[in-house]
Nanobody, 123 residues
Framework: QVQLVESGGGLVQAGGSLTLSCAAP????????MGWFRQAPGKEREFVAA????????SYVNSVKGRFTISRDNTNNTVRLQMNSLRPEDTAVYYC????????????????WGQGTQVTVSS
């Protein structure tokens, strides 16, 4: 079992920035491809960004390209999502996820999930 702990959510005005962090204490973090997903009220869970186990590959949903950046630090067992130029439509609960075999946007292929952190963007 891999425990993922997210932090960094909050309330921000449109145009502002937030950085989400996801930690996996005590695990060999570099074994996992990592992803960020989000879910807004009444909507399905949506892929946001993914990063391969070594950090050499990243992918993003089109709506966040150029605004969000995913990165990882395998030495400190953390993955981050830097979010700039936030919009009200980015409001959602953001989830960190880990997969031993999948890199990309299929949420069903991620085996481990954090509890989620709320991001609210006011207009």
């Amino acid at each position: 079992q891999v425990q993922l702990v997210e932090s960094g959510g909050g309330l921000v005005q449109a145009g502002g920035s937030l950085t989400l962090s996801c930690a996996a204490p005590g695990r060999t973090f570099s074994n996992y491809n990592m992803g960020w997903f989000r879910q807004a009220p009444g909507k399905e869970r949506e892929f946001v960004a993914a990063i391969s186990w070594g950090g050499g590959s990243t992918s993003y949903v089109n709506s966040v390209k150029g605004r969000f950046t995913i990165s990882r630090d395998n030495t400190n067992n953390t993955v981050r999502l830097q979010m700039n130029s936030l919009r009200p439509e980015d409001t959602a609960v953001y989830y960190c996820a880990a997969s031993t075999h999948h890199y990309g946007g299929s949420f069903r292929e991620y085996e481990y999930w954090g509890q989620g952190t709320q991001v609210t963007v006011s207009s």
